[in-house]
Structures are given as structure tokens and as C-alpha cells.
């Protein structure tokens, strides 16, 4: 935080750089897993892998999920409805 002295009156303002605040928040939580994956490159055993890289997968789980909150993906794969068993689940209507 950074106080600005404005007559009698102090504001307060956060001090973030400028690419935080117009990052989307799939696009943070894809950082994260990128700093998971480093962390895991470099850590000193099987134990310590295996943490950050399920943590890297969880962020990259938020990520998706938070493009699909965002509408940037549809709720389903639309190759679904292109294979050989769709027409037998469209049956159930009739």
C-alpha cells in the first residue's frame, strides 16, 4: 500500500503492477501452475515433486474452470455431438 499525502487526508492506494490488473484470473491461476512446475523441477525429492506438480494440475483446473465461468469454452465438447453414439442418444426424445 502507498499513502499519498493529500492536504489533511491520507489515501491509500495498492501498488501493483500494471500487468496484474489487467490479467484475466484463468490467466493467474495458469501462473501459478507455471511457478508449480518450476518449483517442481527443482525440488530435492519424489515427495516434493509429486506436491507441486498435483498443485500444478489443481491451478490449471481452476484456469479451465474459470474460462468455462467466463464463457470463453462451452460447458461441453462439441465433438460429442459428432460421434457415432449421438444418434442413439438423441432417441430419447421420441
Not at 57 to 83: T, V
Amino acid at each position: 500500500m502507498v499513502p499519498i499525502n493529500i492536504g489533511q487526508f491520507f489515501i491509500v492506494t495498492l501498488a501493483f503492477p500494471l500487468h496484474v490488473e489487467c490479467m484475466k484470473q484463468s490467466d493467474i491461476f495458469r501462473e501459478n501452475a507455471d511457478n508449480c512446475l518450476q518449483l517442481a523441477e527443482r525440488a530435492d525429492g519424489q515427495p516434493a515433486f509429486r506436491r507441486y506438480l498435483r498443485m500444478a494440475q489443481a491451478w490449471a483446473a481452476l484456469a479451465h474452470e474459470q474460462d468455462w465461468l467466463d464463457g470463453e469454452i462451452p460447458p461441453f465438447a462439441i465433438s460429442a455431438l459428432h460421434s457415432p453414439a449421438w444418434p442413439a442418444r438423441a432417441n430419447w426424445r421420441q
